[in-house]
Nanobody, 126 residues
Framework: QVQLVESGGGLVQAGDSLTLSCAAS????????MGWFRQAPGKEREFVTA????????HYADSVKGRFTISRDGAKNTVHLQMNSLKPEDSAVYYC???????????????????WGQGTQVTVSS
């Protein structure tokens, strides 16, 4: 049974940094992609970033490019999301997601991911 456990959310001020982590268990991560999505109240869940486990290629939403960095720790089956220069509009519940065999054109799409974490709240005050 696949489990994704997120940690690291919280309340910060604009301009601060925060790191989220997602630990995966229950299935090999070979040929997978792990991503982060976020959902603010009243809005659709949107893509933030993703990383391919094989090779480590990364993808970012334009809104976070240059501020957020995704990385993976193969020994711990964990991905990290380093978020710098946070803005109030980054406030949302952040979800970790895992999918297999995702083609490049679909890596930003929610339905490409089979497994989801429970979400962690990030609140950025102005």
């Amino acid at each position: 049974q696949v489990q994704l456990v997120e940690s690291g959310g919280g309340l910060v001020q604009a301009g601060d940094s925060l790191t989220l982590s997602c630990a995966a268990s229950g299935r090999t991560l070979r040929n997978s992609a792990m991503g982060w999505f976020r959902q603010a109240p009243g809005k659709e869940r949107e893509f933030v970033t993703a990383i391919r486990w094989n090779g480590g290629s990364t993808h970012y939403a334009d809104s976070v490019k240059g501020r957020f960095t995704i990385s993976r720790d193969g020994a711990k089956n964990t991905v990290h999301l380093q978020m710098n220069s946070l803005k109030p509009e980054d406030s949302a519940v952040y979800y970790c997601a895992l999918g297999y065999g995702i083609i490049l054109s679909a890596i930003r799409t929610k339905v490409s991911y089979n497994y989801w974490g429970q979400g962690t709240q990030v609140t950025v005050s102005s």
